[in-house]
Structures are given as C-alpha cells and as structure tokens.
C-alpha cells in the first residue's frame, strides 16, 4: 500500500490506529469539558468511532504475520483500561469520555469488553465475513442504538435490561446500513444482501434481550454464531 515492505507498511498502519483512536478520545474530551457533551453521547460517539478502526483493515498485507498488528491500539487500551479502571481519576479523559457517571469502574465493564471482543475479531476472524460484521454491528448498531433510544425512545419493553423498540429499531437499521457498506469496502467477495440483512436481525434481537453491560459479549457471539447458520 505504502511502497514498504509488508513489515513496516503493517507497522505504518497500524501506527495510523492509534493515532485516529487517541486523537478520537482527546477530542471527545475536549467536548465533554469545554462545550458539555453529555457522557453517554460521548461514550456512544467514542464507541462507534473505535469501531470505525476496521476501516483502516485494507492497508495492512495480509502476506505477513504482521498483519496482527491491526490489534495493537485494542491490546493497548486493555491495558489502559484496567489501569484506569482501577486507580485513574474523576479527571482522567478516558473517565470523561466513556463512562456514563464518571465512576472509573464503569471502564472495566462495557469499554473493556469491546475492546477484547475487538481483539478476537481483529485475530481469529481477521478479514473474515463474520469479523467484519460483528465490528459493524457492534460499533454502529449498539452505538447508536442507545442514542436514539434514551432520548426518543417511546414504546418501551424489558426482558432482561430496559429498551425501546425506537432503539431496536435504530439497532437494525444502524447495523444493517454500516455493514453493507463495510462488508462491500473490507471483504467484497464476501458481500451478501440477504445474509447481512438476516444477521443484523438476529443482532437486533440479541441487543434486545441482553443483560446490561453484556451487549458487547452477546452482540459478536450472535452474529458469528448465526454466520455458520446463514
């Protein structure tokens, strides 16, 4: 892509990711102290926009092992996480931005978990249908799934955590609209309207009946297990 040899053009890219998810979370500070971003319109906008990293996946070759190093901004903020999880201040930009409350632990619950299932997608499912879709839905449907919700959301039901069917309905059609696009961009041979559109169903219906703080466990399995099926 660069020029370079697959090592250094991998580590050129991967480079740009964690230039694009820090600069992300610095601006989101800036938001949150400066113009009063709400926390969890913060928190959402950060969630989508670490998601929108599969989008920096065709830069890397996948010739060389290297390829892997698409995870290191992911394996970083693990790390990050819980550190600051555990010992960070009310203060700490990361506190600011993705939590809901400004409790640090809030960061070793949900953000932790993206950032791990992140990771598994970025290895065991790199460049492949199911990797790239789970992201997409994760990043953008549960993203903006509670955005629409929490502020329009009229009809409410509750099976295991509070939702709104305003929300499920941004959930689908937030997924289903991000994959087709990101599927197309990422993996074209693997771009399928049908199979997306039953998937970000099922992605639907997971978001819909999953315990609080677990959506980001339950979204991926949903749609990686429905993909054999599918």
Partial sequence: MFGLSPLYNNLLAALFTIIYVFSLVALMEVFVTRFGLARDLSRKITHIGAGMIIAFLPLFDDTHWSKYFNVSI????????????????????????????????????????????????????????????????????????????????????????????????????????????????????????????????IATIAEGISPKELDNFIIPLAVIGGAQFV
């Avoid at 009310?90 to 990771?119: C, H, Q, S, W």
């Avoid at 997924?175 to 997306?196: C, D, K, M």
């Fill in 74 to 201: 992911f394996v970083i903020w693990i790390a990050l996480l819980v550190q600051k999880g555990l010992f960070a201040d009310v203060n700490d930009e990361a506190v600011k931005t993705m939590t809901r409350t400004g409790d640090r632990r809030e960061l070793l619950k949900g953000p932790l978990y993206f950032v791990i299932v992140a990771t598994i997608c970025g290895t065991l499912f790199y460049k492949t249908f199911e990797g790239v879709l789970a992201m997409s839905i994760l990043g953008w449907g549960d993203g903006m799934a509670p955005i629409i919700g929490s502020r329009y959301g009229k009809i409410k039901y509750q099976i295991l955590s509070p939702k709104s069917v305003e929300g499920s309905l941004t959930m689908f059609v937030s997924a289903f609209v991000a994959s087709l696009l990101l599927v197309q961009f990422i993996v074209p041979q693997e771009y399928n309207f049908n199979r997306i559109l039953i998937l970000s169903g």
